[in-house]
């Protein structure tokens, strides 16, 4: 059974940094990219940042270039995503995605249940 369990969510004030965490199992972790989105009342789920593998290439939606910053760790099946400096445009809800990447897993796409990030003072 596949599960994506994102935690590390919650309050902080503006200016503070966070560190999500998604873990994986039921998949081949390795052989997946990984993805964080997230999302806000009223808008269209978006990119954050997306990781080939283990200290692989990485591409940042603009607005995540400068203070977040997305890693995995392909033995502990764990991806992670350090947020710092956080802004009043932050807030939503941030999904742990998987998506094949190999022949083999082509379609294969995954999804975590969520974890909220709320920034206020």
């Known amino acids: 059974q596949v599960q994506l369990v994102e935690s590390g969510g919650g309050l902080v004030q503006p200016g503070q940094s966070l560190k999500l965490s998604c873990a994986a199992s039921?998949?081949?972790?390795?052989?997946?990219?990984m993805v964080w989105y997230r999302q806000t009342p009223g808008k269209e789920r978006e990119l954050v940042a997306n990781?080939?593998?283990?200290?692989?290439?990485?591409n940042y939606a603009d607005y995540a270039k400068n203070r977040f910053t997305i890693s995995r760790d392909d033995a502990k099946n764990l991806l992670t995503l350090q947020i710092d400096s956080l802004k009043p445009e932050d807030p939503a809800v941030y999904y742990c995605?998987?998506?094949?990447?190999?022949?083999?897993?082509?379609?294969?796409?995954?999804w975590g249940q969520g974890t909220l990030v709320t920034v206020s003072s």
């Open positions: 995605n998987s998506k094949g990447r190999l022949p083999k897993d082509y379609g294969k796409d995954y």
């Open positions: 990781i080939i593998s283990t200290n692989g290439p990485t």
């Open positions: 039921g998949f081949i972790f390795s052989r997946f990219t």
